[in-house]
């Protein structure tokens, strides 16, 4: 499913191909966390070139169910959504979010925070949901420990990733063969946990590995951690990731630290902060971001980012916008939402130019510089879950 | 400004000239309170052939303030919608909503609900804020009493309505000569006031009529009465407005309302309801309201309605509507907004597609035996201000 096309350094582009269409790596996936990325239609996604979605398991099992979206032929009938969608595992949602949750090492059972029925995820339930879910690329169910867990916590943590992750090879070879269960074009990425530990991760990524799934992610990093920690994370994962598979930075992240995460040799991100700061009325550019409630913006006639080719800097002004956002009128949001989106699409787009064009240590630099205002760490743990 | 094209009784298909474009009578227009259709951008609104949109001096005025506007070469440019524009004067809200107002026969001195800044509108101030906003049809300043108002609260109402309309026209007049303050092209409607007295209606609309405004509005309607006070005050005032102008029903009103009232000879109407329902969950349809919250339609893979051409009927089924609307998914207001909207278009379509075959007898009586179960009349209420 993954073709290598140029690298420069440990910076790769590739392509991706699916059941639902091919796409160029280093690529960004809006999150539909609920089957729908918020307040964006599927037409507005096609137009800006969006190449894969990601979908939440835990969200879309609680609501509205399984068996609802089985009916509709998955995600992508559910939702209208042609293109390729991935989907995580419910695994980091489950022990982050749901509450009266007893892990074991067969999984995790929980209530539903929508009506209290009682549901249990583990590798081979999180298989099934994203069987039902017919997305592209499916996430194998692993233990994410918070940030501050200790050694043994840490530990246990990649056991048990390790574990379930064999139990899912064993149930994708066992429903492979019989026909049945699983989307024949559904592909499964593993996720490589271990804390800051080299030797956790090291371990976890190397038997990971020996399982030969389709991807590699790297999970336990955008959990709240500070940067330096999370960087460092993603530093000692990435020598011990199989080079001919695509990688994947789960939760990540701001446009600086995405150009910093490709430098790592990282091909695939998700991140909420495109949606999330625009219902906070802030918005990417290439100058830093721009508050759009701040008072000095409210006769301002420029859009929000000179040069932009999106239908909201295209259209309207920032004084406009502003209006809105003060008004508390939905098309505020949607019109920074879609500038928003469309900022990171771009910047895909440059940085896999520069990487093809072999300038992207250049670019790196250039691009930094550029983004500097826009290094809001603190968002960092704003973005999970 | 106002040619008749077709009549059917007391039915009239007509067409309106602006300055921003023509448009066929009876026409419908989607109301912008804020400089925003909710949720819906100019785009879609064109993509749905909206012919004319309302805007709302009253809150235009208070955020973000009229200067604003006016840098902005007003409405149009403002909020980037290039088709007509129609605003109210600002009176119906300053009367109804207003904190601390204090009414003389001047007009109303009122304080901002949002940073109590004193502010005042008469006849003058209302024709000044509209040129400042640059619609293509302003109306004048009126007195709009509740519709429980007693004979001589009446009667003092339309005395005063009279008067203002006086004022206007001479300040019209006056401002057009000098070049200045009044865009040229800008048309201006007077109101009828009256309530449910016929003298009083007779009085104000010949008055009215005999100052040769552009067109005519019937005001104090939708604004709490029975349907069958509201029908009635439109029979009374009708015969008295001059057949060559076109004829305006201030905030009506249901599908049904509005076939009955073309039948009256109303070429206008402009009505909260379409996006309103939509926040509620609710489409209309030629087979009723539809509530998409209910249960029943948890796995309908059927559009909101068969046959319909819009975005939200070609691309989703209730259930992923109403997933999103139990979500609380933005998208899912917009979409039902979207659909709403659709549907006043197609049915302002066929209506004059009927009065113009001849056939228009028929298609109200049909049209109402269809959208029957759509009568939900406590929604007048509902639609104020």
């Known amino acids: 499913m993954f073709e290598l096309i140029h690298t420069e350094g440990r910076a790769r582009v590739g392509k991706i191909e699916t059941a639902h269409g091919a796409f160029r790596t280093p690529a960004f996936m809006p999150v539909g966390t609920q089957g729908s990325v918020k307040g964006i239609c599927p037409r507005e996604l096609r137009e800006m070139d969006v190449p894969i979605i990601l979908g939440n398991t835990y969200h879309l099992m609680i609501r509205p169910g399984l068996e609802t979206i089985r009916r509709f032929g998955g995600l992508h009938g559910f939702a209208g959504w042609t293109g390729p969608i991935l989907t995580d595992s419910g695994g980091y949602q489950v022990f982050s979010l749901a509450a009266l949750r007893e892990i074991s090492d067969a999984g995790v059972a929980f209530r539903s925070h929508v009506d209290g029925a009682p549901l249990f995820l583990g590798p081979r339930e999180a298989l099934d949901a994203q069987a039902a879910l017919g997305s592209d690329i499916a996430m194998l169910f692993d233990e994410c420990p918070p940030w501050t867990a200790d050694a043994s916590a840490l530990a246990r943590a990649v056991d048990r990733t390790i574990a379930w992750a064999r139990e899912s090879r064993r149930a994708i070879d066992a429903w492979r063969g019989t026909g049945g269960v699983i989307p024949p074009n559904q592909r499964h990425f593993a996720i490589v946990q271990g804390g800051g530990s080299a030797e956790l991760r090291a371990r976890c990524a190397s038997e ?96 929000i980012e000179s040069g932009c080719a999106c239908y909201a800097c295209q259209t309207f002004s920032r004084a406009y916008i502003r209006h809105l956002l003060k008004s508390r009128e939905i098309l505020g949001l949607r019109l920074v939402s879609l500038h928003n989106l469309h900022f990171y699409m771009s910047l895909m787009t440059e940085i896999r130019d520069a990487i093809a064009r072999g300038c992207f240590g250049q670019f790196r630099q250039d691009a930094l510089a550029r983004l500097r205002s826009c290094e809001i760490t603190g968002d960092i743990e704003d973005a999970a879950p």
Chains 1, 2 share one sequence.
Request: with cysteine; proline share 10%.
């Open 208 to 303: 990971l590995a020996a399982m030969d799934f389709d991807g590699y992610a790297i999970g336990g990093v955008s959990v709240g951690e500070p940067e330096p920690m999370m960087l460092d994370a993603i530093d000692i994962t990435e020598p011990h990731l199989p080079p001919g598979k695509p990688r994947y930075a789960m939760g990540l992240g701001m446009p600086a630290q995405i150009i910093e995460l490709v430098a790592r040799g990282i091909d695939l991100f998700d991140c909420v902060l495109p949606t999330r700061m625009a219902r906070h009325g802030s918005a990417f550019t290439w100058g830093g971001t721009l508050h759009l409630h701040n008072a000095h913006l409210a006769q301002d006639p420029s859009p």
